[in-house]
């Protein structure tokens, strides 16, 4: 179970793609905020398509865009530069965590595959993906495929929302935000359930470093804490005999 | 069409994200996969959920809550994570239209 050869291929790519639509809906919203945010920071639609093609990180943008609005578009020299560059380096630290672990799923396939994978990573997809990787899917097409069901809705949002700005109902009214809480949710009990031992010791840990966090550093942060936390208790309760129950 | 002077700051913006989505991938080259790393790679993706739902579960909104109840309950009969999570968000959006 541990290292199955991984494939990549079509049939994988299209299981991923269609598992990843549900999940596009919110990302479309999203990229449409922030099209509409781009607008009104006076970020031109070129530039915010490349904005989000490059950086493809709704919560990032969001930041380096109202950065924007204070600095002008140059980002006011040098070090105005850095400040937005490091600004999307903290918000988006939790993908650090995300690329390491997707190591057993691409470390076999070939760069020119590996890193466009990673450039559309997203949190659903990899969510997606390090649950299908468990259930037993060995097909690397999966995450790519995931990955591509956001990212175009992702520019399409974005190129909505900034040619047509307010025209589209509230996102939060719809409960779209709410979208990557309630499938975290649901992964969670999906993998709980599926455990061979429920891993309690990780999940009390994850959960205390995720409340002290969050009253300190909210955001990205915590999702860090919590992801660094859980993965060590998994390694230190690791036993050699239950490798497979230990999601 | 694009302002020569955003140029600079795109390409730093660019490189400061694919850092984050590269950087730990190529980390991992340098660390040996042994059981114990593989079970903290698998054990973090509980841990992320964990820290993705509990801030928002904290905040006490009745909307939020009802609809992460509903998912739960969801998830004992539909059996599907997309499913359930597609009626937690029915669930808040219902939940935000009755409760201003």
């Known amino acids: ?247 | 069409m694009f302002r020569p002077e955003f140029l600079p700051v795109l390409a730093a913006m660019a490189a400061a994200s694919l850092f984050c989505r590269v950087g730990g991938y190529m980390l991992m080259r340098f660390i040996p996969i042994t059981p114990r790393v593989e079970a903290a790679l698998k054990g973090t993706p509980l841990a992320v959920m964990v820290g993705i739902v509990l801030p928002v579960a904290m905040k006490g909104n009745i909307p939020e809550l009802i609809a992460l109840a509903a998912v739960a309950l969801a998830m004992r009969f539909a059996r599907d994570e997309m499913v359930a999570a597609l009626i937690g968000v029915f669930v808040v959006a219902i939940g935000r239209w009755l409760i201003v």
């Open chain 1, 1 to 247: 179970m541990v290292s199955d050869s991984i494939t990549v291929g079509w049939a994988g790519f299209k299981r991923g793609f269609w598992r990843g639509q549900p999940m596009s809906i919110g990302i479309l919203f999203y990229g449409l905020a922030f099209g509409l945010l781009s607008r009104e920071a006076g970020i031109w639609l070129a530039e915010a398509m490349a904005m989000s093609a490059a950086i493809y990180s709704g919560t990032a943008q969001i930041a380096a865009a109202s950065a924007l609005t204070g600095t002008g578009i140059d980002g006011g020299g040098s070090a105005g530069i850095a400040a937005v560059a490091a600004a999307i380096v903290l918000l988006n630290a939790r993908y650090l965590l995300y690329s390491a672990s997707m190591w057993p799923w691409l470390s076999k396939t070939s760069p020119a595959f590996a890193y466009p994978t990673l450039a559309v990573l997203g949190d659903g997809n990899w969510v997606l993906s390090m649950a299908a990787y468990n259930d037993g899917e060995r097909d690397a097409g999966f995450v790519l495929g995931s990955g591509v069901a956001s990212f175009g809705p992702w520019l399409l949002g974005t190129f909505a929302g900034a040619t047509m700005g307010g025209l589209l109902a509230d996102p939060k009214a719809l409960g779209v935000d709410f979208l990557l809480v309630a499938f975290s949710a649901a992964m969670a009990i999906g993998t709980v359930r599926k455990a061979k031992r429920v891993p309690y010791a990780n999940l009390i840990v994850a959960a205390i470093v995720a409340l002290v966090v969050d009253r300190f550093a909210p955001g990205g942060w915590t999702i860090v804490a919590a992801g660094l936390a859980g993965g060590l208790v998994a390694a230190l309760t690791h036993k050699p005999d239950t490798t497979q129950g230990a999601a």
